[in-house]
């Protein structure tokens, strides 16, 4: 039997945290993460992500953030807007 070459794009594990709930997905270290963001999202723009403190792009990669095997990002919910704003009545 032949041997076995090593694989020159290893795979990481990385999990998604969102309230408790947890998912780990296998991505190559160049993997865009629009695609593990399109799997985890019920609706996509939904939520945001974040790695030590750092926003996740969609257009990012592991490999750009030193992502490790193991490694976890955090999702929140998008919250767009919100805010108050008074408008004062005119005077009489």
């Known amino acids: 039997m032949g041997e076995q070459g090593e694989d020159v794009k290893p795979k990481l594990n990385v999990t998604i945290e969102y309230e ?7 991505v190559k270290a160049v ?4 695609k593990v ?12 992500y974040l790695f030590e403190g750092q926003r996740v792009l969609p257009e990012m990669t592991p490999a750009e953030l030193g992502m490790e095997d193991g490694d976890t ?3 929140h919910l998008e919250q767009l ?12």
């Open 31 to 34: 993997t865009p993460f629009a």
């Open 37 to 48: 963001f399109g799997a985890a999202e019920k609706e996509p723009g939904t939520l945001k």
């Open 20 to 26: 408790g709930q947890t998912c780990t997905v296998k």
């Open 73 to 75: 990002i955090d999702a």
């Open 81 to 92: 807007g919100g805010g108050y704003y008074h408008c004062p009545r005119p005077s009489a």
